[in-house]
């Protein structure tokens, strides 16, 4: 199992970075894959076709808040990492064919549930044990690396945006995770939609990061997105999706 994280500032294009991954390993026939939408905003589901309402399914954050808070601490017999954990498998887990989908949630992030977050770990990393990836699209803010549900994971990608902004949310990156223990393999970082591609040489020599490519623009990707279409249903001539699969094999992934 490997778990890739995407970083990156706000509008740089992470969840349509993360969807694009997603098409790609799947095409690639390497599935099962665990999608998890640490965002409050909760656009990949969208981007890859997921309506978590519809399916009856709830974010971590609304399993966390009735199982530890509206229900009390622990019930007698069952250890909370137990139930929670079965509770994400019921109630939390979008499933399909290619993939599984879970949602962190908004009220993740308003309060410190310090005994949760341990069992939440604990779960998840249960749960994550049957995928072949786990695919991580984070917020903007840098806050979640603190939290550190995820402390072992195998690459980084951090998305650059046309800005000096983006080069210094990397070097901030790259430090907090190492000040808070997250172990990584690799910290790779990405040329976002609207980088200038030009630029790809400088990121590398001043960051001194491995630069896998540059995203594509790309107006059909931005169609579906406005449109609320799942990215996987691209066509699989699209710039955005190949531009990816590109970033994908620099960084030694066969898709
Ligand atoms: N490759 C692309 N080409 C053109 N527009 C894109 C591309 N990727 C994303 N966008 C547009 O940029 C906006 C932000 O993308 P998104 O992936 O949600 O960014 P983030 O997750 O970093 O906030 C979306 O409205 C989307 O339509
Ligand atoms: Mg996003």
Redesign the pocket.
Known sequence: MKTLVTI??????????V?LMAKCLIEAGQAPLLLVDA?P?Q?LAE?VGVDLKEAGKHTISELLVSTFIEQGGTTVGIPPSERIESKIWSSGLFESDHFDFLAVGTKWVEGCYCMPNAALKGALEALTKNYKYVLI?SP?GLEHLNRRITSKVNDIFD?LDHSKKSFDHVRRAYRIAQEVGIQFDNFYIVG??RFPEQLGDTAEKTLKFKYLGK?????E??D???AGKSLLNLPSDNA?YL?VKKILNNAAYFV
Not at 11 to 17: A, D, E, H, N, V
């Open positions: 990156g500032r706000g509008g740089t294009g992470k969840s349509s970075f969807a965002d905003d656009n981007m699209d903007a998305i976002g939609y995203i594509a623009f790309d107006e990707v931005d579906y997105v406005l955005a531009s």
